[in-house]
């Protein structure tokens, strides 16, 4: 038989040879559900296509950022008719303050917004704003939580419910994660034991958490979030990067009616292209430079054809009848998967927020990380490699969610859904 990922397996030798892995971002390299990368050559709505020609219906996404599919139409003109008129100045622009304006119309807690290049530049500058505006040391986050790879986030959970951080990658010294409790995700007590000890700048959380897979906030968990920040003058620090746009229009904070302090957000907003942002109360983002005495800066921050490309992002969004749309898929994908599941007899629980979900190959239900930790991960990786061999491409980890787009139909649901069932009984 050809083989059918020969090309691909051509361009990852090369690969490997000048990029670290072969990518240039670890969970691309799909190792951990034993195969290696289909390179793509093509998107094309709800699909893409890889250097061998092969097709899938995507519901990777590009963890996120793809919403409206693959090569929209208005997003490309967008992004054509900008680039006529230059690509980056590295001086201000009208349509930096149209992108700002439009964050803030969609999330009033965004008094004040500043625009950056990525997700983990949004969090590593909020949590260094919370610091400077607090004069605190200590940040709080939640084991299984991943808000991009600043070193302050890459960190371990020790032993125990709350304890000070221990460094989760090499390259981290001992100071830069000390400063860091990892707590469990949907624990109260645990987040109020951290805050009682003093001196906490910050909380930052996944107000939908999408990086240990898919996990729902427990009732009132949001809410006592916020409480217990504003009883300590601990600033909340929503980590919207992926639900921001997604789960609902503006975000999970809109959802859940919950203001944060401040609020991290990107994929979704760059429509495709590198733009991320963070923003909230005015009088924490007046400490920033250059108005304060918190640096942060970025050479491409507020890049003219993102702004363009995440504008008409945001505007496509606004129209009547989207997150009914988006919520319709959701709820077919993944009440289809969890059934073929049960149908094969696979033991299997479904999470789902709109149209971002994660079947996780445990009886469940999953709750936090050390739940999730229970799945079954080789069955995943079974799962992965069987559903890409039937034209779908699910995102290479258990601990990730997938994403549905508006441009993903009934029928190419009802074909995922096919593949499911046949990838299942194998
Ligand atoms: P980036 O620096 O990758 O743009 O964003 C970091 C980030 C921050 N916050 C949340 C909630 C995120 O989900 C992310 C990035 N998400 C991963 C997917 N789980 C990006 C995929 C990758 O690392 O290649």
New binding site residues.
């Given amino acids: 038989m050809a083989n059918r990922y020969e090309r691909s397996q051509a361009i990852f030798e090369r690969a490997k040879a000048v990029i670290p892995g072969g990518v240039n971002?670890?969970?691309?390299a799909c190792r951990s559900v034993g195969t290696d990368p289909a390179f793509v050559a093509q998107g094309d709505g709800a699909a893409i296509v890889d250097a061998d020609g092969n097709r899938y219906l995507d519901l990777i996404g590009s963890?996120?950022p793809l919403i409206l599919g693959h090569t929209h139409p208005e997003i490309l003109e967008a992004i054509k008719e900008t680039m006529a008129s230059g690509t980056t100045f590295g001086a201000p622009t009208e349509i930096e303050v149209r992108f700002a304006e439009a964050l803030r119309d969609a999330l009033p807690s965004m008094e004040m917004v500043r625009a950056v290049s990525?997700?983990?530049?949004?969090?590593m500058s909020a949590l260094r704003l919370a610091r400077g505006f607090t004069g605190r040391a200590k940040i709080i986050k939640a084991d299984g939580g991943?808000?991009?790879?600043a070193d302050c986030l890459l960190v371990a959970a020790g032993s125990g419910a709350a304890t000070l951080g221990i460094p989760g990658s090499a390259g981290v010294p001992e100071g830069a994660a000390r400063d860091t409790i990892v707590v469990p995700y949907n624990d109260l007590p645990a987040v109020e034991q951290a805050l009682a000890g003093g001196d906490v700048a910050a909380v930052i959380v996944?107000p939908v958490a999408?990086?240990m897979g898919l996990v729902v906030p427990a009732p009132g968990y949001l809410e006592g979030l916020r409480a217990a920040c504003t009883k300590h003058g601990t600033v909340l620090i929503f980590?919207e990067?992926?639900t921001g746009f997604r789960v609902a229009w503006g975000g999970a904070q809109r959802l859940y009616g919950v203001t944060p302090d401040l609020t991290?957000i990107?994929?979704v907003i760059g429509g495709g292209l590198p733009a991320?942002a963070f923003g909230g109360r005015a009088d924490i983002m007046q400490k920033l430079a250059p108005l304060g005495s918190v640096y942060q800066a970025g050479t491409l921050s507020g890049n003219p054809l993102a702004m363009a490309a995440g504008l008409k992002t945001m505007e496509i969004l606004a129209r009547p009848g989207t997150y009914e749309r988006l919520e319709h898929l959701g709820t077919k994908l993944g009440e289809g998967l969890f059934a073929a599941a049960q149908a094969a007899g696979v033991p299997a629980c479904l999470n789902r927020v709109g149209s971002m979900l994660t079947l996780f190959f445990c009886a469940g239900p999953v709750t936090d990380y050390a739940t999730a930790k229970t799945a079954d991960t080789a069955r995943f990786g079974t799962f992965y490699r069987r559903m890409r061999e039937r034209g779908v491409f699910l995102p290479p980890s258990q601990f990730?969610a997938m994403f549905v787009s508006l441009a993903h139909t009934d029928e190419d649901v009802q074909q995922i859904l096919e593949a499911a069932r046949g990838a299942l009984a194998d």
């Fill in positions: 971002s670890p969970v691309r963890w996120g990525s997700g983990t530049e949004s969090t991943y808000h991009g790879h996944e999408g990086n980590d990067v992926m991290t990107g994929k991320a990730e």
